[in-house]
Every structure is written in structure tokens, then in C-alpha cells.
């Protein structure tokens, strides 16, 4: 069965600030995809990013950067530079791939973490 | 990008009726959906998967006699909560999957008094 774990329930920090969202997975499957999604208090998840279990690449997408490591099965996410803007909910998702390659299944979504960023 | 729609984004409702949600993929065909709900505070459960023209796969401990769901076309998935009660107040969401993407609906909220 497939299980993802945020430890963080909420995390509270002042603008400017770095901040790491933890994410621990577990699967069977040598083929999954990892996800990471923001639900402002609007209640619509805005989508992040993917990542495929054979791309380990780390990723920066302007304040936004991701580390992949399967040896530990982690998918990390950290925002340089906090912004007001940035206090939402963020979640962690994993899925598996299914046959044929075309679709990317059920997700699988941990327990989120409140980031709030004060001024 | 890709557009899910969900209607109504809210509703309120008495307990002991029945409430239909809908999910649209606006400008694509989605041959499979998901269904999920959010309780307050908590992370989103995965319902069901629902296949268009056949039945609906649902998780272990979802009630398919409760939560109806029809997929009738390749652009709408339903989801119906009969006989609602206050403990099915909560967030709905549904996904849509097009080859290699899936978007998300913006949610309905759904109170049950």
C-alpha cells in the first residue's frame, strides 16, 4: 500500500525566511510519481510539480525548489525568500504509473502542512 | 492549460435529502475521474474512481449505496450524496485525466444542516 508522511503540521515563519516542506513516502511500485500541490483558503489545489521515480534531478522553479532522493524516499520542498502570498496548504502526493504509461491513477495525498508566513 | 469545473461550489442542504455535484472537463475528453473529500483541516481521501460508461470503482469504506456516482459522458462525472447527513459535510473535489495530465476541480462545499 502506498502512504505518504508530512510531519509538519504547521509550519510558521516570517517573511524572507527559507522554509522545507518534508515529504516521506512508501511504495512497492518502481514506478510512481511524485506530486506537490498548494490549496490556498480558496480550497482549489494549484499543481506544483511532478516527478517521475527515475528522475532524480533536483529542481528550481524561481523561489520554489524540490529534492528528490529515493534512497531515502523523501521528496522535499523548500521556498527561498518566503512570501506572504506563499501561506496556504501544501500537500505531498504520490501515485503510481499505470499500464500503458498514459495515466497517472489515484493519488495518494499526505496530511498537509499549514504554512503561514507572517510579515 | 487544461479546465475542471465543479458545480455547485457550494451548497447547503437539510439533512435527509439528496445532493447531486457535477464535474466538467471543459476542453478535454476524460475517460476516467476521481472523487475525493476533504474534511476540515485534513488531508483529501480518495472516494472513487469513476469510469466513463461503466461502474464506478470505489475505496474500502465508501458507501456506493450513499455516494452515487454516474459517468455518463466523456465530459461529466456525478457525484450524489443521498440521504446527506451533518457527517457528510465536507470539501469534494473531483480530478479529471487527460494522457499524462490530471486538473483538478475547484471543490464544492457541502453543508449538511
Known amino acids: 500500500a502506498q502512504k505518504v508522511t508530512q510531519a509538519q503540521t504547521e509550519i510558521s515563519v516570517v517573511e524572507k525566511e527559507d522554509v522545507t516542506l518534508d515529504c516521506v513516502y512508501e511504495t512497492r511500485d518502481t514506478t510512481y510519481y511524485l506530486f506537490w500541490y498548494k490549496q490556498p483558503p480558496s480550497g482549489e489545489l494549484v499543481f506544483l510539480i511532478r516527478r517521475n521515480s527515475f528522475d532524480e534531478q533536483n529542481e528550481i522553479s524561481g523561489r520554489y525548489s524540490w529534492n528528490f532522493q529515493k534512497s531515502t524516499s523523501s521528496f522535499n520542498f523548500t521556498i527561498t525568500a518566503s512570501q506572504v502570498v506563499d501561506s496556504a496548504v501544501y500537500f505531498c502526493a504520490l501515485s503510481e504509473a499505470q499500464a500503458g504509461g498514459t495515466s497517472y491513477g489515484k493519488l495518494t495525498f499526505g496530511q498537509g502542512t499549514i504554512l503561514t508566513v507572517h510579515p | ?113
Open chain 2, 1 to 113: 492549460g487544461a479546465v475542471v469545473s465543479q458545480h455547485p461550489s457550494r451548497v447547503i442542504c437539510k439533512s435527509g435529502t439528496s445532493v447531486k455535484i457535477e464535474c466538467r472537463s471543459l476542453d478535454f475528453q476524460a475517460t476516467t475521474m476521481f472523487w475525493y473529500r476533504q474534511f476540515p483541516k485534513k488531508s483529501l481521501m480518495l472516494m472513487a474512481t469513476s469510469n466513463e460508461g461503466s461502474k464506478a470503482t470505489y475505496e474500502q469504506g465508501v458507501e456506493k449505496d450513499k455516494f452515487l456516482i454516474n459517468h455518463a459522458s466523456l465530459t461529466l462525472s456525478t457525484l450524489t450524496v443521498t440521504s446527506a447527513h451533518p457527517e457528510d459535510s465536507s470539501f469534494y473535489i473531483c480530478s479529471a485525466e487527460r494522457v499524462n495530465e490530471q486538473f483538478f476541480g475547484p471543490g464544492t462545499r457541502l453543508t449538511v444542516l
